[in-house]
C-alpha cells in the first residue's frame, strides 16, 4: 500500500477522492499531474503527529514540489519553507509564506541570492563553506544587516540510499567537513555581519534506516555543545529532510514513528528547537502522472511496448535513479500482460517500466504513474520542445486548475531572432 490511500478504485475507475480520473483526462488533457489536498493534509499529520512531543519548526522542503497551492496548503497548516535558490524563495513568498519562516540553503548561492535573501529578512542562510560565511558577512555589511546563519555540517554518514542522493558523505560536496570546523568557528567571531544561530545538516533522501540519522545527528549534538561552551548562542538544530516514502508495495518505507522514536530522546534533553525539512515524505504520494497510452506496439521478439504520451521530460525519476514507480490502468482489467512502459522522447532512458506486469489496457485508455507527486514536475523539462504539463488539485469533488499546460508561445517566448 502506498501511503496515500486517495487513489482508489470506484467500481473499476481509478478516482483521487471524489473525482474520476477519466473525466479529469477529458477535461483538462494529458499528461496531467493530479494531486490530492487531503493526501498532502494527511501526511503532514502523520509527521507532525510523530515528532509532537519534541519543540521543532517544520520546514517543507519546496523544491520536492514548487507549486504555489503545494506550498500554500503547507503554510496553511503552518509548516515554513526551506528553499534553495532565489528562484524557490520567491516561489515561496509568492504562496504567502512570510520570509521570518523561510530557511534558504544552497551549495552554491550566487551574491544576489545572497542578497535577496537577506534583504528580504529569512530567518536565516544555511552556509557551506568558509568562503560562503565571508560572502555573505560582506553583503550584509553592505546591506547594513546581520545575517543570522546556520553552518551546514558535514557529518561524513553515508545513508544507504540511491548514489545521487545520499549527501552526508565526505566525497560529496555538500556541508562543512568536521575538520574545518575550528577554523570556521574562529572565523564566525570575526565577521562582523553574521550571528551564528543554528547547526544544520541534510544527509540525504528516501533513507529508510533511522540509524543514520541518529550517528549524524550525534555528531551534530557533539559539536553543539563545543559552540555553546565557545559561547555561540545556538537556537536551532536543524537535521534536515530524507525521510522515506513507499514507491514499490513490496518495499514498504519505515514508518516515520520509527525515526521519531529514535530521534526524540535524542534530541529532547539538548532542549533546542529542532527543524525538520521534508520534502518527498508530505508530497511524494499524493499525486499520480494521469498519461494517455497513444499506442501499443510489439516487436519480433514478442516484447510489447506502451507509448505514452508522458515521459521523462515529466518525470525523469526512473531514467535518472532507477526509481521504481507503480503504474495503474485508469480501467480495471482482468487480464495483464508484460510490457515496456515508456514514452515519447527520443532517448532509449526514457521509460517508466521496464518488463512490468501491467492490465492489458487498449490504445487511448489512461495508465496513472503512481507516487509522482515529489521531484517530478519540479524536474520537468522542454526537451524535445515538450510542453510542461497541466497540475489540478483534488479536494473531495472539487478540482482546481493549478497550473496551466504550456503553450507553443510560451516556448519561445524567452527568444529573438
Ligand atoms: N533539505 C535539503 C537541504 C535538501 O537538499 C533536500 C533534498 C531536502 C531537505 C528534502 O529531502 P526529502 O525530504 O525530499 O528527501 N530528485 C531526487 C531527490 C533529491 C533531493 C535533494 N535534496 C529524487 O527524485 O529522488
Do not use: W
Not at 18 to 44: C, D, M, R, W, Y
Amino acid at each position: 500500500m502506498l501511503e496515500s490511500n486517495l487513489f482508489q478504485y470506484t467500481g473499476s475507475t481509478l478516482s483521487c477522492d471524489e473525482v474520476n480520473l477519466n473525466e479529469l483526462a477529458v477535461t483538462f488533457g494529458t499528461p496531467l499531474f493530479v494531486t490530492s489536498s487531503k493526501s498532502l493534509i494527511q501526511s503532514h499529520r502523520n509527521f507532525e503527529q510523530a515528532f509532537e512531543t519534541l519543540p521543532h519548526f517544520t520546514c517543507y522542503s519546496v523544491k520536492a514540489n514548487y507549486n504555489l497551492s503545494v506550498i500554500k496548503t503547507f503554510a496553511e497548516l503552518g509548516c515554513g519553507c526551506d528553499v534553495n535558490s532565489g528562484g524557490e524563495l520567491y516561489r515561496a513568498m509568492q504562496a504567502g509564506v512570510v520570509p521570518e519562516r523561510i530557511i534558504f540553503a544552497g551549495v552554491g548561492k550566487k551574491p544576489e541570492e545572497i542578497a535577496y535573501a537577506l534583504s528580504s529578512g529569512v530567518l536565516m542562510l544555511k552556509a557551506e563553506s568558509l568562503s560562503e560565511l565571508k560572502s555573505i558577512s560582506r553583503i550584509a555589511g553592505e546591506l547594513s544587516l546581520t545575517a543570522s546563519v546556520a553552518i551546514r555540517i558535514n557529518p561524513d554518514v553515508t545513508a544507504e540510499t540511491h548514489p545521487y542522493i545520499t549527501t552526508g558523505d565526505s566525497k560529496e560536496k555538500f556541508g562543512i567537513d568536521e575538520a574545518e570546523l575550528p577554523e570556521v568557528f574562529a572565523l564566525l567571531r570575526q565577521l562582523p555581519h553574521i550571528r551564528l544561530i543554528g547547526l544544520d545538516m541534510h544527509i540525504g533522501s528516501q533513507i529508510f534506516d533511522p540509524e543514520y540519522y541518529v550517528a549524524a545527528t550525534t555528531k551534530l549534538l557533539t559539536i553543539l555543545n563545543s559552540a555553546q561552551a565557545m559561547g555561540f548562542s545556538i537556537e536551532f538544530l536543524d537535521i534536515g529532510g530524507g525521510f522515506p516514502v513507499t514507491y514499490d508495495p513490496l518495499k514498504p518505507a519505515t514508518p516515520i514513528q520509527r525515526f521519531a522514536e529514535k530521534l526524540i530522546p535524542l534530541l529532547l534533553p539538548a532542549g533546542i528547537k529542532v527543524i525538520f525539512e521534508p520534502g518527498r515524505y508530505f508530497v511524494a504520494n499524493a499525486s499520480v502522472l494521469l498519461t494517455r497510452i497513444l499506442y501499443k506496439k510489439r516487436n519480433h521478439t514478442g516484447k510489447e511496448f506502451f507509448v505514452l504520451d508522458a515521459g521523462m521530460t515529466e518525470l525523469i525519476r526512473p531514467a535518472l535513479y532507477q526509481s521504481h514507480h507503480e503504474i495503474q490502468t485508469v480501467t480495471l482489467h482482468d487480464k495483464t500482460i508484460i510490457a515496456d512502459v515508456v514514452g515519447p522522447v527520443c532517448e532509449s532512458s526514457d521509460f517508466f517500466a521496464r518488463h512490468r506486469l501491467i492490465g492489458d489496457a487498449a490504445e487511448g485508455e489512461l495508465l496513472a504513474v503512481m507516487s509522482s507527486g515529489a521531484y517530478a514536475a519540479v524536474m520537468s523539462s522542454n526537451y524535445n520542445g515538450r510542453l510542461r504539463p497541466a497540475e489540478v488539485l483534488v479536494d473531495g469533488s472539487e478540482v482546481k486548475l493549478v497550473r496551466q499546460r504550456e503553450t507553443y508561445e510560451q516556448l519561445v517566448q524567452n527568444e529573438q531572432m
